[in-house]
């Protein structure tokens, strides 16, 4: 089951691809069949959802002969204004933290404890958006290909053995960075939280499409180049470690996007540095959920 979100004859709606994966079946369809009050967007869904019988979901989805065709609507962010800030992860596979020793107020050493840092995004941008240099003020723009995982349902103190229960699903993140920025702020929340420094999508997989923990292919390609290239399987803190560990004394809540993290290959990793410039084309490949498509402006 995988979910979107999209803009449509004037007006922006949430969504399932339907098996052929060619088009979209709206919400709203799939809620009355269900004799469900219609959400109005991703984030009502997700609120919803954990109360819903899945192989019911499935069905109704199932059942629509009738779909818009995924080429005449433009593909959004799954969640195009979280509610809160996205909480990510530093540091979270071992090749990263040895490729990224020599930028300045960055440790090499290899965390015991997952290290954690917040980005607006507000909005989150989708497929295909431009992503703003913000020439003038940025000189080192940087890419990292992350899983990202979506929390379905509220939830404190979580221990690993339940952590999959409180996921609705997984989705790509660009975790666009200004590394200059980055290093001269000492943290890490400036410089990840520029305006469009936050592409996601292009869809969300439900957690019932992919197996627990992750051990999935993540990929990066800038202009077609390969950069990033490993699988999930490599997180230094896996999922259930990340949801139990980050929820003690921390209510997560539906609709909370958790970035787990990036592999070696960033644009900040390569001597001489290989970052990013106008006119550039990210490419972020993860199996199981697709690619998210980019391009600095």
Same mark, same amino acid.
């Given at each position: 089951?995988?979910?979107?979100?999209?803009?449509?004859? #004037?007006?922006?709606?949430? #969504?399932?691809?339907?098996?052929?994966?060619?088009?979209?079946?709206?919400?709203?369809?799939?809620?009355?069949?269900?004799?469900?009050?219609?959400?109005?967007?991703?984030?009502?869904?997700?609120?919803?959802?954990?109360?819903?019988?899945?192989?019911?979901?499935?069905?109704?989805?199932?059942?629509?002969?009738?779909?818009?065709?995924?080429?005449?609507?433009?593909?959004?962010?799954?969640?195009?204004?979280?509610?809160?800030?996205?909480?990510?992860?530093?540091?979270?596979?071992?090749?990263?933290?040895?490729?990224?020793?020599?930028?300045?107020?960055?440790?090499?050493?290899?965390?015991?404890?997952?290290?954690?840092?917040?980005?607006?995004?507000?909005?989150?941008?989708?497929?295909?958006?431009?992503?703003?240099?913000?020439?003038?003020?940025?000189?080192?723009?940087?890419?990292?290909?992350?899983?990202?995982?979506?929390?379905?349902?509220?939830?404190?103190?979580?221990?690993?053995?339940?952590?999959?229960?409180?996921?609705?699903?997984?989705?790509?993140?660009?975790?666009?960075?200004?590394?200059?920025?980055?290093?001269?702020?000492?943290?890490?929340?400036?410089?990840?939280?520029?305006?469009?420094?936050?592409?996601?999508?292009?869809?969300?997989?439900?957690?019932?499409?992919?197996?627990?923990?992750?051990?999935?292919?993540?990929?990066?390609?800038?202009?077609?180049?390969?950069?990033?290239?490993?699988?999930?399987?490599?997180?230094?803190?896996?999922?259930?470690?990340?949801?139990?560990?980050?929820?003690?004394?921390?209510?997560?809540?539906?609709?909370?996007?958790?970035?787990?993290?990036?592999?070696?290959?960033? #644009?900040? #990793?390569?001597?001489?540095?290989?970052?990013?410039?106008?006119?550039?084309?990210?490419?972020?490949?993860?199996?199981?959920?697709?690619?998210?498509?980019?391009?600095?402006?």
């Amino acid at each position: 089951m995988f979910l979107l979100t999209y803009f449509y004859e #004037g007006s922006e709606a949430a #969504g399932f691809l339907n098996s052929n994966k060619n088009g979209i079946i709206p919400a709203s369809v799939v809620f009355l069949k269900l004799n469900v009050p219609a959400p109005s967007n991703m984030l009502n869904i997700i609120d919803v959802f954990d109360d819903l019988e899945l192989d019911k979901i499935n069905e109704a989805i199932v059942s629509c002969s009738e779909f818009i065709d995924l080429d005449k609507v433009k593909i959004l962010s799954p969640i195009p204004y979280p509610r809160r800030n996205v909480i990510c992860l530093g540091k979270n596979y071992l090749d990263h933290v040895k490729e990224v020793k020599n930028l300045k107020n960055v440790s090499a050493d290899i965390p015991s404890k997952p290290i954690y840092f917040s980005k607006i995004a507000y909005p989150a941008i989708g497929q295909d958006d431009f992503v703003d240099m913000h020439q003038g003020i940025v000189k080192e723009l940087d890419y990292e290909a992350e899983l990202a995982v979506i929390i379905g349902k509220k939830g404190k103190n979580i221990c690993k053995e339940e952590a999959e229960d409180y996921i609705f699903g997984y989705t790509i993140c660009n975790d666009i960075s200004a590394r200059d920025l980055q290093q001269e702020h000492v943290q890490w929340h400036k410089g990840k939280s520029f305006d469009t420094f936050c592409p996601l999508g292009p869809v969300i997989a439900h957690k019932s499409t992919i197996a627990f923990p992750p051990k999935l292919e993540i990929k990066s390609f800038i202009n077609g180049e390969i950069r990033q290239n490993s699988n999930t399987k490599q997180l230094i803190f896996d999922i259930p470690t990340i949801i139990s560990d980050l929820s003690g004394g921390i209510t997560l809540y539906p609709g909370d996007i958790i970035l787990t993290g990036t592999p070696a290959g960033v #644009g900040a #990793g390569f001597n001489p540095p290989k970052y990013l410039n106008p006119g550039d084309k990210m490419e972020c490949f993860i199996e199981g959920i697709g690619t998210l498509v980019n391009t600095v402006k």
